[in-house]
């Protein structure tokens, strides 16, 4: 659906504006609540976005999950995209 969709810089912009919000929380400071980066999985991911994410993570310090690797096929999809490592290679 067209309201389901947004554009890389959108997702890559309210994703640290997600991971500032949480950090100012005094339940972050606590140690009771981290942010999370969580891209859908690979397929769906622009490598642009995959690596803006990833410097996200890395400049907040932001834990990542996905789904990565969950089906033969999906490991398959992911290099007849044109990655050479595989999904859980990738979000190393």
């Known amino acids: 659906p ?5 554009t ?3 997702s890559l912009s309210q ?7 949480v950090q100012g929380r005094d339940s972050f400071k606590a140690g009771n609540l981290y942010p ?7 397929p769906t991911c ?9 410097r996200l993570a890395e400049k907040y ?6 789904h990565i ?5 999906e490991v398959t999809f992911v290099k007849a995209l044109g990655y050479e490592e595989t999904d859980a290679e990738i979000f190393r």
């Open 61 to 66: 310090d932001a834990r990542v999950q996905s």
């Open 2 to 6: 067209s309201d389901y969709i947004e």
């Open 15 to 21: 994703t640290e504006a997600f991971i500032t919000e």
């Open 36 to 42: 999370v980066v969580t891209p859908r999985f690979i």
């Open 69 to 73: 690797s969950e089906s033969i096929d």
């Open 46 to 54: 622009s490598k642009e976005l995959l690596s803006g994410l990833g």
């Open 8 to 10: 890389t810089e959108e």
